[in-house]
């Protein structure tokens, strides 16, 4: 029986060495967003992007999101070599030997080449250095001109290193260095292998296949260092990399210092990860590219996470001589620091998680909780099981442990030997089941103890109680009861964790004070005490209170760890250890704040109106280009933080983007100057300013000064010349008054004119004379007539005179009258007619006063008078179209004839000349919109003697 005890006790002993002791990573793969699992190549930008050259192609990443490029016509996308330019461009080859870089956001294709190519290919300086089964050719990286080609046989040539002014080649077994300029032998027969960059700008060579498992570092093409190197079947890199010389296999990576130790206790790192490529960011992360896996992002080598199969650690806790680890699967461990190495306590027979741990210094008892309540020894032999469902244990003296747990929270007696000053409580407290109770009914949470002042605090779902040895008293604030999940007792304070993520400091006689944990509000998942040390475990990491500044400070983790994955932490010889699903996460001497590096904020593009600018030219846009979207990265690959984008326009209080976002819309903004500031702010409330932009939106043309003082211009022209035209207006309408009254005054004088004509003393002379020869013939009868028609012509004209228009009744009326009085003169040799039309209304139809009278005349005393023989005289009114035609035809002697007759005689009175009539004429055309015309025709006869005239008047009659 005591062997079999003793062996019960070796097997619970046994070392249970860790599965792996890799350092901590996180995962990028698939799940995450990445295009494939396949990864061929890392490389980091000049602006911090990472660029993955995977299965899928070429893809970017900023640590949120993921962009994978491609072009058409690839026949592969799958490559490495990835490069950047001067121009920022990204080249990578795909495993066809095609040449692709990134600009503008798009793959392009290098397609200058004849053939595809078949050896090395680097960007070196200002020039991209090609190698293919022709030769070397080097090209202008700017202009993609073709600088320098030498033939060559490429055959032997498989790796080559560059930096920015020369490509290191290896071609068989001699070292070339090749420049823009041609190439350079350095030495020969050095070692076979890949080729790669060193420490110090010396090279690497490394045979894949290496019989003596040695690696060359060359100094200008001579050994100075051989590295020995493990067991190693397959090569697939090799790199200097973080101050490591890195060697990736399908089993794993192996790294050595510069001296040629192994850094990894001569293990590789990840065994059971097939490593394709290696890269440290210039925020100090190793990202390792798998061949299936994806990549593997290790914050820190040194900070090493241990496990073994099925081990989930759930709570740490800490004695003097040991640290204990409960697990998930209800198994209980000691961690050896020294060897990183687990071993086996406990094993309990129902898979439960270990809810809670602590030691009795009195009785020297573990107690722990489960699926029950265990008291046991430190070799956990014997452990007395209770069934009590514990929450939480803290020792209060020599003789009792205080609990809480979902049906009692009370005291425990761990020894019955000795005195204490809690008998009392205990006595008074004690169910006739023989368990102690404090609060009777309520349902435990957590615990805490002050030494000092000898207080048990309480948490449960009826409240927070403080418990000394003579009473119990509920601890409240002005809005109520507190309902803790959480309770640790640290220097003089309770700090009490409730379910709605408020955190109080509670004092001694002063009323609770609700904490602010960060600069905003974030989650705490958990509060901790650990040795001298107070840590909350909260959503942007672990944070631990500053004793001088009384803030809660970020710890600097190397490894990178979330809040939301810490199940429990201590502290042990300034180590801190964390409690993950994942294992153990031991950090060395960094129990401090944070350090890290801050995250980089970088605008990718600015949009305008769905066009997309160059970012000088959105500080001149024009009125309509208004609607802007800025898409932007942030920069991070800390994968315990998130930060959010908040931007100020104009010095406006900030405002938040969404994390989910990476593009900021500013729609419709109005014409003006925009000063768009970008901060980052951590979720735990640090915060990072960033760069600015300048936007300037013109005004339209219609609300600039000089359009304005254009339009007033204007506005002061217009009313200037309406004033003008408005004074001409009044001056021409003066003028027309005056026109119209030297018009009247003309027409009056025209119409005195025309009386003149009818009744001058010449023509009264000679019908008096008439009626004078009728009278001394006795031809009373012809005298009497005559007098007749004379008296009634004179009344007749002396009407019209009176008024502007008359009927052409009446202008015949006295036409006729007149030409009776002529004729009786003229005998028995003259005739006359006056025609009307049948469609003319004789009695409406209105003309002009006279107007026909005149022209009469002229024909009479011009015309026929002097004319010897038969004379004959027609007056013809028609009308056609709106227009009255009067025509006065006789067959006198013509107008030239009777011009040359009246020079000759020289009368002494003026006739009625032909300019009076056109006077009158163009006096009444002022007038009118539709002209009177009086044409004239001299008619001939077939010998060209004159005929007589014919006086053509048009008088519209609209």
């Known amino acids: 029986m005591g062997r079999l005890r003793v062996l ?83 080249w990578y080859r795909n495993f066809d030997g095609q040449i692709y870089y990134e600009e503008a956001d798009s793959l392009h294709h290098f397609d200058l080449l004849e053939q595809t190519v078949t050896g090395p290919f680097g960007v070196v300086g200002d020039h991209l250095f090609v190698f293919n089964r022709q030769g070397f050719f080097v090209y202008d990286i700017k202009t993609f001109r073709l600088v320098r080609s030498l033939p060559m046989d490429t055959k032997s040539i498989l790796y080559n290193h560059n930096n920015d002014s020369v490509m290191f080649v290896l071609n068989g077994l001699d070292l070339y260095a090749f420049t823009a300029e041609g190439q350079i032998l350095i030495a020969k027969n050095v070692p076979a292998g890949s080729l790669d960059g060193a420490a110090d700008g010396k090279l690497l060579v490394s045979d894949k296949v290496n019989a003596e498992r040695k690696c060359f570092v060359l100094n200008n093409g001579r050994v100075e260092q051989t590295i020995a190197l493990p067991p190693i079947n397959l090569l697939q890199g090799a790199s200097f990399c ?54 593997l992002l290790v914050p820190d080598l040194k900070t090493q996470i241990v496990t073994e199969e099925n081990f989930q650690p759930g709570i740490l806790f800490n004695t003097e001589s040991s640290m204990y680890v409960g697990a998930k699967s209800n198994t209980i461990y000691t961690f050896d620091e020294v060897r990183n190495t687990l071993v086996k306590r406990y094993s309990g027979d129902v898979r439960h998680k270990i809810q809670c741990m602590t030691y009795h210094p009195g009785s020297g008892k573990l107690l722990f909780a489960a699926q029950a309540f265990f008291i046991t020894d430190t070799l956990f032999r014997t452990p007395i099981r209770l069934n009590y469902a514990v929450k939480k244990l803290v020792p209060v003296d020599e003789k009792y442990i205080a609990f809480t ?57 009826i409240g927070l109680y403080r418990i000394t040895t ?75 209170l500053d004793k001088t500044t009384g803030k809660f400070e970020l710890v600097q983790t190397r490894s990178g760890v979330r809040g939301d994955e810490v199940n429990d932490l201590e502290v042990r010889n300034g180590r801190l250890i964390i409690a993950t699903d994942r294992g153990l996460i031991v950090e060395l001497n960094n129990v401090g704040a944070r350090s890290g590096v801050q995250p980089v904020f970088y605008v990718n593009k600015v949009i305008v109106n769905g066009r997309q600018v160059p970012e000088r030219n959105i500080e001149a846009l024009e009125y309509d280009e208004n609607d ?15 930060y959010a984008l908040q931007y100020s326009i104009n010095g406006e209080p900030w405002r938040s983007n969404p994390n989910s976002s990476r593009n900021i819309k500013l729609v419709a903004l109005s014409p003006g100057k925009y000063h768009l500031a970008f901060r980052l702010v951590a979720d735990g409330g640090d915060v990072y300013p960033q760069r600015s932009l300048h936007l300037f939106v013109n005004s339209p043309f219609w609300l600039k000064w000089w359009f304005w003082l254009v339009c007033i211009v204007l506005a002061g022209y217009v009313v200037y010349i309406f004033f003008r035209w408005k004074t001409r207006q009044l001056q021409r309408k003066n003028v027309l008054m005056l026109e119209k009254m030297e018009l009247e005054k003309n027409l009056r004088n025209s119409m005195l004119t025309a009386i003149r004509a009818q009744m001058n003393p010449h023509f009264f002379y000679n019908a008096l004379n008439t009626i004078q020869s009728f009278i001394f013939s006795d031809d009373k009868r012809n005298a009497s007539t005559y007098l007749s028609k004379l008296s009634r012509l004179t009344r007749v004209v002396l009407e019209m005179s009176e008024r502007e228009s008359i009927s052409i009744e009446e202008e015949v009326e006295a036409l006729r009258l007149y030409l009776d009085l002529e004729k009786m003169r003229f005998v ?106 009086i044409n004239y025709f001299d008619k001939k006869d077939k010998d060209g003697e004159p005929e007589g005239t014919c006086v053509t008047i048009t008088i519209p009659l609209t």
């Open 8 to 90: 019960v006790v070796f097997l619970l002993l046994r070392v249970v060495p860790a599965v792996a002791q890799d350092p901590y990573y996180t995962f990028i793969n698939k799940a995450n967003g990445l295009p494939s699992n396949s990864v061929y190549d890392l490389f980091q930008d000049s602006k911090g992007f990472i660029w993955i050259a995977g299965e899928d192609g070429l893809t970017r990443y900023d640590g949120f999101e993921f962009r994978t490029y491609t072009s058409a016509g690839q026949t592969s996308r799958a490559g490495n070599s990835i490069a950047e330019d001067k121009l920022g461009r990204i």
């Open 828 to 933: 028995q040799d003259f005739d006359f007619e006056i025609r009307l039309s049948r469609d003319l209304e004789t009695g409406l139809v209105r003309i002009p006063s006279m107007i026909v009278q005149p022209y009469v005349e002229n024909a009479i005393k011009h015309g026929l008078l002097h004319k010897k023989g038969h004379k004959r005289l027609l007056v013809d009114f028609s009308v056609a179209d709106g227009v009255l035609k009067v025509l006065v035809d006789d067959n006198g002697i013509g107008r030239d004839r009777a011009a040359e007759m009246a020079t000759v005689r020289k009368e002494r009175h003026t006739p009625f000349s032909t300019e009076a009539n056109n006077r009158r004429v163009a006096l009444l055309n002022r007038e009118r919109e539709q002209k009177i015309q």
């Open 628 to 642: 802007i979207e800025v898409d932007y990265s942030v920069l991070s690959f800390d994968m315990t933080r998130r």
């Open 242 to 295: 973080g101050g490591y010389y890195w060697f990736l296999t399908p089993t794993g990576a192996w790294a050595f210092d510069k001296m040629g130790n192994s850094i990894s206790n001569g293990r590789p790192f990840f065994a059971d990860k097939n490593i394709s490529s290696v890269m440290r960011d210039r925020d100090g992360n190793f990202w390792l590219g798998t061949l299936y896996e994806g990549i």
């Open 470 to 544: 003579r009473q119990i008293s509920e601890i409240t604030t002005h809005g109520g009861r507190i309902f803790p999940v959480g309770l640790v007792h640290y220097e003089g304070v309770l700090y009490a964790l409730t379910p709605e993520n408020d955190l109080w400091a509670i004092r001694e006689g002063v009323p609770p004070v609700k904490l602010l944990v960060g600069e905003v509000p974030e989650r705490v998942f958990q509060i901790k005490r650990s040795g001298n040390s107070f840590f909350l475990v909260t959503g942007s990491g672990i944070r631990k």
């Open 405 to 461: 747990s979902s049906g009692v929270t009370g005291l425990k007696a761990m020894r019955n030997d000795i005195v204490s000053e809690w008998d009392s409580l205990y006595e008074a407290r004690t169910l006739p089941g023989g368990d102690c109770d404090f609060l009777r009914g309520g349902r435990g949470k957590t615990i805490a103890f002050d030494e000092k002042n000898k207080v048990i605090y309480s948490g449960s779902n």
